[in-house]
Nanobody, 121 residues
Framework: QVQLVESGGGLVQPGGSLRLSCAASGIIFSINAMGWYRQVPGKERELVAGITSGGNTNYGDSVKGRFTISRDNAKNTVYLQMNSLKPEDTAVYYC???????????????WGQGTLVTVSS
């Protein structure tokens, strides 16, 4: 089994910054894509940012220019640096990792437990 442990959420004032981390542990042969999603009550979960194994990134339109995703392959960890935070960024943020436990095994997805980010004065 693979588990994701997220950290870094909390309360921050508008214009402030936070850095989220998500570390994967367990039986991991390789990791493909890693990403961050967010969800607010009553709305669908949306992509915030994603990063491939090769380092290519993509972002949701609402966070472009403010958020930066990165990964440390040696630590099986993905980060989300969030700057210039706005109240509308308030949500539960979920980490998503696509991994395979063996060479001849299909990739599968695992989700983190979620970490709450609240942007408020």
């Amino acid at each position: 089994q693979v588990q994701l442990v997220e950290s870094g959420g909390g309360l921050v004032q508008p214009g402030g910054s936070l850095r989220l981390s998500c570390a994967a542990s367990g039986i991991i042969f390789s990791i493909n894509a890693m990403g961050w999603y967010r969800q607010v009550p009553g709305k669908e979960r949306e992509l915030v940012a994603g990063i491939t194994s090769g380092g290519n990134t993509n972002y949701g339109d609402s966070v472009k220019g403010r958020f930066t995703i990165s990964r440390d392959n040696a630590k099986n960890t993905v980060y989300l640096q969030m700057n210039s935070l706005k109240p509308e960024d308030t949500a539960v943020y979920y980490c998503n990792v696509e991994f395979r436990p063996g060479l001849f095994v299909r990739y599968r997805e695992v989700w983190g437990q979620g970490t709450l980010v609240t942007v408020s004065s």
